[in-house]
């Protein structure tokens, strides 16, 4: 009787387990088709409203205006100029200071690590280099604004307090992570066959690393170069802070510059009406980058599979 009890009660528990792995297979891929479709709705609101806001804006400013003129003046009522030409400028040249600083570094760090530096060192340094992306933007603008710039006009003593040199240079150590961080796993993925052939063959270990595993990583390391483009242009805090409120188009770094993200920032304080034009210019500019940055990524994508390479 004992036994036949025991028996049964781990037939009861088997079936319970059942029971309970059967409603776990049922409420997961449920729950994990929930998460998708959350994620892929607010896409589509962010998009939405963008575009309704936008459209709105342009029946108020004409869109040939937008994308020509030179001058964005929106705060002066009688004669207001909304031309983005002039925050596209301040935004590219702060991006083009960024990966003059950030490429160089981060693609040296990625080669160290990849290919000189031993597995004990890598997992030292490797975290180090990444705490650099943790670092809040805003602790990065000021940086900028209270260390950098004053050291940068010892050098250039005509360098206004708020200029696009010091911000482009602090976004450029930001992003530096970035690409070191996807070029290094991007080297990294390349069989060490390769490596083993080259050194067979009398190369060095840096013409192993230049001319073998470089080109081969190459797919990965341009992806990365394009989604820190992105990452630099995107970025709000660091210009905001240090890059100034002047919107000119300008090629001058030591200059004051207004960036698209410093605009939206400007304007958002809450000085600003609703329903205004200016309100509404928010989300044209807005949508100026949304398409900048969806462009750079559709850029790294196409990148990524067009030249990857299969091992």
Not at 100 to 113: H, K, T
């Amino acid at each position: 009787m004992a036994s036949s009890s025991v028996r049964e009660m781990i037939e009861q528990n088997k079936a319970k387990q059942k029971n309970i792995q059967g409603l776990v297979e049922k409420l997961v891929p449920a729950f994990l088709f929930l998460c998708a479709v959350i994620s892929i709705l607010t896409t589509i609101g962010i998009v939405f409203t963008l575009i309704v806001e936008t459209i709105t804006f342009f029946q108020r400013v004409s869109i040939i205006q937008f994308l020509t003129d030179k001058k964005w003046y929106p705060f002066v009522e009688a004669n207001a100029s909304y031309g983005i030409l002039s925050l596209i400028s301040g935004t590219l040249l702060i991006a083009v200071i960024a990966m003059m600083v950030a490429i160089p570094i981060g693609l040296a760090s990625a080669i160290y690590l990849s290919e000189y530096a031993s597995d004990k060192t890598r997992r030292f340094i490797k975290p180090i280099l990444e705490v650099l992306a943790g670092i809040p933007t805003i602790v990065y603008g000021f940086f900028a604004l209270t260390f950098v710039t004053p050291m940068l006009q010892k050098i250039i003593p005509d360098m206004s307090i708020f200029n696009a040199l010091s911000p482009g240079i602090v976004v450029g150590i930001m992003i530096i992570p970035m690409i070191a961080s996807l070029s290094e796993d991007a080297m990294s993925s390349v069989p060490n066959a390769m490596r083993e052939g080259a050194f067979g063959l009398g190369a060095t270990r840096f013409e192993v690393a230049t001319k073998v595993v470089l080109p081969a990583a190459l797919s990965g390391i341009i992806a990365s170069f394009v989604l820190a483009i992105s990452r630099a242009i995107g970025e709000t805090m660091i210009v905001t802070l240090a890059g100034g409120a002047t919107p000119k188009l300008t090629l001058d770094v030591t200059e004051s510059i207004q960036t698209m993200t410093a605009y939206i920032v400007q304007v958002s304080l809450g000085d600003i009406g609703f329903g205004t034009t200016i309100y509404y210019s928010i989300y044209a500019v807005a949508m100026t980058l949304f398409i900048f940055t969806l462009i750079m990524n559709l850029i790294a994508q196409y990148i990524s599979r067009r030249f990857r390479e299969e091992y």
